[in-house]
């Protein structure tokens, strides 16, 4: 492309003198200019159909060899390290986040840390979990405040029932964040990837009933 564009360049620049040669040089120019948009459009489809092929075969397996990260303006989501303890134990010690933590067959774990030592074993354990590819946490981070301020948790689950092969999310959050809003936007970071990364055809989350904010920001993002 770039060779095209040089000799074009200069065939016009040649032609100037005559208005004949000018003429057809802008008609030649003109032409091979779409030409190019052409083929670019047709780049973009290929690199696209290419994307979108690796990501299909790029999936659960890749994500426990290297965790993505996403983010937009307001939050960045990254794979949790033992150093966000000493953030995140405000999230977990937070009374009034502490009800709608889904911990839900966690063998009796109701997600109360509130020590950075107790905090840092549930992150052990998170890590370990990642190690042998049970689920994959993911430290929400206000990019504005530079500090944790809640994790998600997403897994592939198989069972037999009416359940399997499915997506399950858990969302963690400091209590200050529970608007439809601010889940709307931490959810639109995570949803639309996990469906190929764990492969997925559906993502189910438990809400409970009371939780308003909570519910509205759910049925956005299409849960």
Known sequence: MWATTKTVAHFSTSASA?????????????AMKAELLVWSVRLCDILHSTNRNFMRYNKMSDVYKSCPTFENNRFLLRFSQL?????????????????????????????YYPTE??????????????????FVRWTI??????KAVGAIE??????????????????DLKSEYETSEEIFTIMSLIVPPAFDLFECEEIITKVPVNSVERMDAMKRIGL
């Open 18 to 30: 005559h208005p004949a040669a000018q003429q057809d040089a802008a008609s030649l120019l003109a």
């Open 83 to 111: 150093d966000d303890a000493s953030d995140l134990v405000s999230v977990y010690s937070d009374k009034n986040a502490l009800p709608f933590f889904n911990s839900d067959n966690c063998h009796g774990d109701n997600f």
């Open 117 to 134: 030592e107790r905090m840092r074993e549930a992150i052990k354990f998170w890590l370990t979990s990642y190690s042998t590819k049970w």
């Open 141 to 146: 981070i206000d990019k504005e405040k530079h």
């Open 154 to 171: 997403v897994f592939h689950r198989s069972a037999n029932d009416d359940f399997n092969h499915v997506g399950v999310l858990r969302l």
